[in-house]
Each structure stands twice: as C-alpha cells, then as structure tokens.
C-alpha cells in the first residue's frame, strides 16, 4: 500500500484553521513530514493524543533553549558523513531524510536548508572504515536508511561487506513505525537482507518505537519481516513528554516489545536539543518512571538502560537517592572513562549531566563496589 506525504500543515483539516497558522511557523523552522497511514494512528478528538505530539508541531518548540547539536557530534567526526566515537563503532550518515519527522529529534539540524553534514558520496566514510580495522560495528544511520532506494541501500550493504573486519551492519531506523509497509511490499529489499544478514555477520535493525500504539498489526507483521530475513530486531526510543513518560506506558511497550522478538535495548534522556523544550522529561523522574515499569514486565522486557547519550559518552543512570545521584559510563569516548562511576547531588529539575553538581571529591572517581555501598550508606 502506497503511503502518502504530507508536508504542509494546512493539508491537516484535523487541525482547526487558527492552529495550523501557528503551527506553519514552527514548520518553517523545524522540518515537517507525516504521512497518511501514520496521520490514522492519532487521535483528533485529543489535543493532548501521544501519536501526535510524536509527529505535529509544537508552539512551544519555538522556545530559545538548548543547541542544534547538543552532544557535540561535530567533534567525533572526522570524515564527512562519519562520527567515530568508541574504538568499535562507527556510524555513516547515508543521507538526510526521514520517513516522517519525530519533533523531539535530536538531529533535526541535519534537516535544515543549509546543513551540508550530509553526502550522498559515501565513498569517503567507506574508505575510512576500511583503513580502521579496529571497526567491527558500522551503524547506518542520518536521515532514515530505510527512506532510501533499494538499490542504493543494497550498494552500501554490498561495500560494507567487502570490508572483511566490519562484522555487524546497524540500521537505525523509524520506518517499522512511520510505514511498515516499506518491507511488506518490497520484496527485494527482503532478499536484499537475506543476502547481507548471515549467520556470522548480522544485520541488526535498530528500531524505534516510542508508544505501545505505534505497534499496529501491520508494524508488527513488518518487524516480523525483517526477522525471518534474518535480521536481529531490537528497540530504543527516548523518554518524552507527553508521550511516553508514563510508568505504565513505557511497561506495555517493554512487555509488547519482548512478546515480538524486539527487545528493549536503550531508553534515552532526551538530548537538551533547540526546539525541544515541550519534551523535556528531568533526570529524577525519568528514572522513577523507568524503574516502576520495569516492576510490571517481566526480566525478558526489562533489558534496557537508562542512559545519556552526552558528548563524553554513553552515561547510564544507575541509582538514585534521597540526596545523591549514581551514574556510570557505559560507553566512553575517553577509554580511561571506560566504567567510571560519578557521584552528583540529587536535582529534581536537571535534564543533562552538564546541569548537575557533583559531590566534591567523588564526581568523577572510580569506584569499587564496597566504595558505592559507603557512599550510597551516606555519612554516619
């Protein structure tokens, strides 16, 4: 079933005439995209609907508040298109449009009129994983891979596995969500999977759903797909407001996740990014929400972490008291960060690591495990 695009707000009649007038300028800044079969998931009747405010513009997006690029990835390119941040990894921005456009997104700079990050010539980023055989991870990402072509997607699968030391090919995507139909109808690209996806070099689909409704039956028949191609499906969505920062919310898409095969793998903090103050959840209640869905699933649903994907790395929550905040890098860009635990004073307010105080002389210490237990105790 051929979807159709939508790109303009006044193409919306759901949305009364005085609304769309404001909501455009927010377009105008921010991109905007939906298509029809998604558009069916939300609910009209309900200003205040999930499906929505994942997918229509916000007023409140046009606040001053945080940076096009909150986590610096600027600083861990060195190849146009390529950001190598950890010894194993490495992700090639293929290109730089998406199915439909998430208003949280956290790279929404690479949809701007006069972003240049993006090449379609990846023979650049190709090159630069070829000469780097520490590299056993290539994560395909932008924009959304699965927007693109077959045959263009079925290239770079192809010169990724001319390179004998990338063993794992990642495709992050939101299209399961945005239009399942993509695999369903596509028998070439299932074959195209098949191919790449082997027993000893998988292919794994980094998938993106953020609210149990999102999980349609045809999105489910679509990550089935993908599955039986022989690709290793798994989820991660971050936490927002509004839509899924609800205890019981995040339980059902845990529990639906791990009854199909896909398996919670992170739930981000969202990134302190321009344009997305209306989905700001606090560190402090993120993780209360986390932790109470995680009592109703069960061991199999609970495999997510909790983390930050900050400039210095992947910084997993890991406690939190009355006073203190415990937190851990779980990927690091500096290898001597590698494991570290910090210590800060509990902020209820605070989104971003860079907004908390640590506590003087364990903020950035490493700890064995009977140094936590000490500190967790408190003074005596």
Known sequence: MPVRYITDIDALPQIPAEERALLKQVSARYAFRLNDYYAKLIDWSDPADPIRRLIIPHPDEMQAWGKLDASNEASNTPAKGVQHKYPHTVLLL????????????????????????VSADISEGLEYIRTHPKVTNVLLTGGDPLIMSTGRLERILDALRAIDHVRIIRIGSKMPAFNPFRILEDERLQQVLRRFSTPEKRIYLMAHFDHPRELTPE???????????????????????????????LAELFRRLSFIGV?????????????????????????????????????????????????????EIVGIDEQRMYLRFHRAKDP???????????DESASWLDQLIPVPGLGAARFEPEQLQAVAAGPE
Request: glycine letters at 8%; a positive charge.
């Open 336 to 346: 001597a960060d590698e494991g570290r635990m910090m210590v800060y004073l509990r």
């Open 263 to 315: 398996p919670p793998y992170y739930l981000f903090q969202g990134r302190p990014t321009a344009g997305n103050a209306p989905y700001e959840v606090p560190i402090v209640r993120g993780y209360a929400l986390f932790e109470a869905a995680k009592t109703r699933v069960s061991g199999l649903a609970k495999r997510a972490r909790f983390v930050m994907s900050h400039e210095r790395g992947k910084i």
């Open 94 to 117: 293929v290109n730089e449009v998406c199915g439909a456009y998430c208003r949280y997104c956290f790279r929404k700079r690479l949809f701007l009129n006069d972003n240049d990050e």
């Open 219 to 249: 999105a489910v028949e679509g990550l089935d797909a993908f599955m039986r191609c022989g690709v290793v499906a798994v989820n991660q969505c971050p936490l927002i407001r509004g839509v899924n920062d609800d205890a019981e919310v």
